[in-house]
């Protein structure tokens, strides 16, 4: 594993901006996977079928992803990109080569669980206190 060595003294990344929309409606347990993913901004990403899986997106903000791939077998899986490289250039802040095309961040494991709108809520919070999470002034 290769370690960098960075020295930033004021540099915050401000997440404010990227949580959900506090009037919109979330999902709860008794609503149906599909409407919840209606509900949390997501849309078909199906450009040609694919066995036993279907592929939805939803952009919270011009650098944030959340994919959801829903299973035949009544799972979904969950994962999200953050497009690093663009929200840094646009700050004035280089990282790497500035290869937009080639720098996302992601999570290290996607999240698996059943095709439910509670499930659905959980992992998008969790997801959204990860991205929080990130602060370069007190790395921890």
């Given at each position: 594993m290769r370690r960098w060595r960075m020295t930033i003294t004021r540099i915050v990344l401000d997440w404010s901006g990227f949580h959900r929309d506090p009037g919109r409606r979330y999902a709860g347990p008794s609503m149906d996977f599909f409407e919840a993913l209606q509900r949390h901004?997501?849309?078909s990403n199906q450009i040609r079928a694919s066995r036993g899986v279907q592929t939805f997106a939803a952009r919270p903000n011009r650098y944030?992803?959340?994919w959801v791939h829903v299973y035949d077998d009544g799972t979904a899986l969950f994962t999200w990109e953050f497009a690093v490289t663009d929200y840094l250039l646009e700050r004035g802040i280089q990282l790497g080569s500035s290869e937009s095309l080639n720098l996302f961040m992601f999570p290290?494991?996607?999240e698996r669980?059943?095709?439910d709108g509670a499930w659905l809520a959980s992992v998008i919070d969790?997801?959204?206190a990860t991205l929080?999470?990130?602060?370069?002034?007190?790395?921890?």
């Open positions: 901004g997501f849309e944030l992803t959340y290290v494991s996607d669980g059943s095709q969790r997801a959204e929080q999470s990130v602060t370069f002034l007190e790395p921890g």
